[in-house]
T-cell receptor, first 111, second 115 residues
């Protein structure tokens, strides 16, 4: 079973920041939070990951709460190309490449 | 740098047949994992190979098998196909060298239709 809970869908206006929440209340100390997205009919694309500190890269920012039970993916200036299903995944660091995908959040960017 | 390449991209089979799907990882990547995606079950982990050894396996029947070659290319095979095996099969590779965590890079997938 997926260890994360995400809203099934969200809308965001083009040019605005898209904030996608994720709950992972059972996360353990050695598990990372990963975000992937999947644009229709393509393979999932890595976005960002973090352990306990906030992270930022050229695509997005990841804000993890102090208790690590939830996180928020921020797309600072959403474009139409950001319309996709976004998956929040928790994953251990012990060499396990098995990702448990939940149902994700379908983000629609509105022109 | 070439991405993960999967072949064939589309194929149609009939029940009872078998199918082999191929995955060429990103150059230098030694870990290859496979996922099945269906509208009903979403993305589900099949198995992972590292240095020609299967390291993890998901909850799929024995009809689903795989292997990895010395050049890290991987194949998966599904025997005695069932209608429910119709899905998008995704391959992902990562640059992990041992037990470190690695970012996964996915291919475009092979879309299998079983009639």
């Amino acid at each position: 079973d997926a260890k994360t809970t995400q809203p099934p869908s969200m809308d965001c206006a083009e040019g605005r920041a898209a904030n996608l929440p994720c709950n992972h209340s059972t996360i353990s100390g050695n598990e990372y939070v990963y975000w992937y997205r999947q644009i229709h009919s393509q393979g999932p694309q890595y976005i960002i990951h973090g352990l306990k500190n906030n992270e930022t890269n050229e695509m997005a920012s990841l804000i993890i709460t102090e208790d690590r039970k939830s996180s928020t993916l921020i797309l600072p200036h959403a474009t139409l190309r950001d319309t996709a299903v976004y998956y929040c995944i928790v994953r251990g660091d012990f060499g396990n490449e098995k990702l448990t995908f939940g149902t994700g959040t379908r983000l629609t960017i509105i022109p | 740098k070439a991405g993960v390449t999967q072949t064939p991209r589309y194929l149609i089979k009939t029940r009872g047949q078998q199918v082999t799907l191929s995955c060429s990882p990103i150059s230098g990547h030694r870990s290859v994992s496979w996922y099945q995606q269906t509208p009903g079950q979403g993305l589900q982990f099949l198995f992972e190979y590292f240095s020609e050894t299967q390291r993890n396996k998901g909850n799929f029947p024995g009809r689903f098998s795989g292997r990895q070659f010395s050049n890290s290319r991987s194949e998966m095979n599904v025997s005695t196909l069932e209608l429910g095996d119709s899905a998008l099969y995704l391959c992902a590779s990562s640059l992990k060298t041992g037990y470190g965590i690695g970012e996964l890079f996915f291919g475009e997938g092979s879309r299998l239709t079983v009639l």
